[in-house]
């Protein structure tokens, strides 16, 4: 059975942080890059970061720095640690693998976590 299950988004003022996490399929977690992706209103989902099963790290210009993603072998969970965040940093973070997972002939996602960077 397949498992991503993102937890973590919430309302947040600018500058202030966020961990997110998610709970992944022990058979997917262990032999894949793990990675979050965003989803912005009326735009594609964009892979930002990604952490390899040997720990080497990834990520688009516009969160290094500010994001840090982790990999918890033990409880085959991966996490996101935003800090500093920014009004564009608001949107639906799902967690999966690079590249994303196919069951049958489409992509599987989970429901993802809603984050809101606002006053």
């Known amino acids: 059975q397949v498992q991503l299950v993102e937890s973590g988004g919430q309302l947040v003022q600018p500058g202030g942080s966020l961990r997110l996490s998610c709970v992944v399929s022990e058979n997917i977690f262990r032999s894949n890059t793990m990675a979050w992706y965003r989803q912005i209103p009326g735009k594609a989902r964009d892979r930002i970061a990604q952490i390899t099963t040997g720990s080497i790290r990834r990520y688009v210009d516009s969160v290094a720095g500010r994001f840090t993603i982790s990999r918890d072998d033990a409880r085959n969970s991966v996490h996101l640690q935003m800090d500093n965040l920014k009004h564009e940093d608001t949107g639906v973070y799902f967690c999966?693998?690079?590249?994303?997972?196919?069951?049958?002939?489409?992509?599987?996602w989970g429901h993802g976590t809603q984050v809101t960077v606002s006053w």
């Open positions: 999966n693998t690079v590249p994303p997972l196919i069951t049958g002939s489409r992509e599987y």
